[in-house]
């Protein structure tokens, strides 16, 4: 594997190269502006002072935007790279349970029982290779699609229910643990499809960062031409300084070598690059009296 460049050396550097531009620029100052008081070709020297120093500033102005360049260059590398970890991971796990059930069933007679144990296994493998293969088929989608509002008319309520009980068999819990308060007839401005994905990536996070004992509720309240929708988990929560990064692309928190939760780091750039071409916003909060996550979109609705 090839091994992820750093940030530290590209930050120093251009740091040294700021400071070193700065000094200089203040010193060369300095000089010539002694230099032009002491002179009798005092016009001369204030001219070339004021080149010299535009010319500096266009110098500094091109370090700091290739520095920045470099910055971001590196880090969506190094999402990158956890992109293609987490993927590899997602395909070869429920790859090798398949092969290891289907050789045990191929090798040994295998009672009834144990058969429908393996028959149920392979089928909950094949479906994590089929969400998978559908949330990239999403991300595809919406990285080629261009912006542009929608005059179709989504409601909320039965479209969160069907969504919860999709969650719940994916995950093998109770839909009770999901509760969902909304009032009926709240439609909000946008295709169904692009608001099925935004809370099914949604309330799929909620459920996988919350096991086992999953305690998920989903509010949706109608404003002035708006409704906003609340999904609350119980879950280890999202540190501060990291609740904006989380909606960028490639992005999961911590190493990929050492968390459980399945993933690939698009589900929450999906949720915010739906919900901004339907002209919304989300946004991630922390809970206030227990651990876990808040996440509020607010998405245009019907008069």
Same mark, same amino acid.
């Given at each position: 594997?090839?091994?992820?460049?750093?940030?530290?050396?590209?930050?120093?550097?251009?740091?040294?190269?700021?400071?070193?531009?700065?000094?200089?620029?203040?010193?060369?100052?300095?000089?010539?502006?002694?230099?032009?008081?002491?002179?009798?070709?005092?016009?001369?020297?204030?001219?070339?002072?004021?080149?010299?120093?535009?010319?500096? &500033?266009?110098?500094?102005?091109?370090?700091?935007?290739? $520095?920045?360049?470099?910055?971001?260059?590196?880090? %969506?590398?190094?999402?990158?790279?956890? @992109?293609?970890?987490?993927?590899?991971?997602? $395909?070869?796990?429920?790859?090798?349970?398949?092969?290891?059930? $289907?050789?045990?069933?191929?090798?040994?007679?295998?009672?009834?029982?144990?058969?429908?144990? @393996?028959?149920?296994?392979?089928?909950?493998d094949v479906e994590?290779?089929?969400?998978?293969?559908?949330?990239?088929?999403?991300?595809?989608?919406?990285?080629?699609?261009?912006?542009?509002?929608?005059?179709? %008319?989504?409601? %909320?309520?039965?479209?969160?229910?069907?969504?919860?009980?999709? &969650?719940? %068999?994916?995950?093998?819990?109770?839909?009770?643990?999901? +509760?969902?308060?909304?009032?009926?007839?709240?439609?909000?401005?946008?295709?169904?499809?692009?608001?099925?994905?935004?809370?099914?990536?949604?309330?799929?996070?909620?459920?996988?960062y919350s096991l086992?004992?999953?305690?998920?509720?989903?509010?949706?309240?109608?404003?002035?031409?708006?409704?906003?929708?609340?999904?609350?988990?119980?879950?280890?929560?999202?540190?501060?300084?990291?609740?904006?990064?989380?909606? +960028?692309?490639? &992005?999961?928190?911590?190493?990929?070598?050492?968390?459980?939760?399945?993933?690939?780091?698009?589900?929450?750039?999906?949720?915010?690059?739906?919900?901004?071409?339907? +002209?919304? +916003?989300?946004?991630?909060?922390?809970?206030?009296?227990?651990?876990?996550?808040?996440?509020?979109?607010?998405?245009?609705?019907?008069?």
């Amino acid at each position: 594997m090839e091994p992820r460049r750093s940030l530290r050396w590209p930050i120093l550097l251009g740091v040294v190269l700021i400071g070193s531009l700065v000094i200089l620029t203040v010193g060369w100052v300095i000089v010539s502006i002694a230099a032009a008081l002491g002179s009798k070709n005092a016009p001369f020297y204030w001219a070339t002072l004021g080149v010299g120093v535009a010319l500096l &500033v266009v110098v500094l102005a091109g370090v700091i935007v290739y $520095l920045a360049l470099t910055v971001k260059a590196i880090a %969506l590398s190094q999402r990158q790279s956890n @992109f293609i970890d987490s993927v590899t991971h997602e $395909l070869k796990s429920p790859l090798a349970s398949l092969k290891l059930c $289907l050789q045990t069933l191929t090798r040994r007679t295998v009672p009834a029982d144990q058969q429908a144990d @393996f028959h149920r296994l392979m089928l909950q493998d094949v479906e994590r290779l089929d969400g998978l293969i559908d949330h990239l088929l999403d991300a595809a989608r919406t990285l080629n699609r261009h912006p542009a509002g929608s005059a179709e %008319l989504t409601e %909320l309520g039965p479209l969160l229910a069907q969504v919860r009980t999709a &969650v719940a %068999l994916r995950h093998g819990v109770a839909e009770d643990c999901m +509760r969902i308060d909304c009032g009926p007839g709240l439609r909000v401005r946008g295709r169904e499809t692009d608001v099925e994905i935004v809370f099914r990536n949604l309330l799929d996070n909620a459920v996988k960062y919350s096991l086992p004992d999953v305690e998920v509720e989903v509010t949706a309240t109608a404003g002035k031409g708006t409704a906003t929708v609340r999904v609350a988990d119980n879950g280890p929560g999202i540190p501060l300084s990291e609740r904006n990064a989380v909606f +960028r692309r490639f &992005v999961r928190l911590g190493s990929e070598l050492e968390r459980s939760a399945p993933g690939t780091g698009l589900g929450l750039y999906l949720v915010r690059s739906l919900v901004k071409q339907m +002209r919304g +916003r989300v946004t991630a909060k922390g809970r206030l009296a227990q651990p876990g996550s808040v996440f509020e979109v607010e998405l245009p609705a019907a008069s």
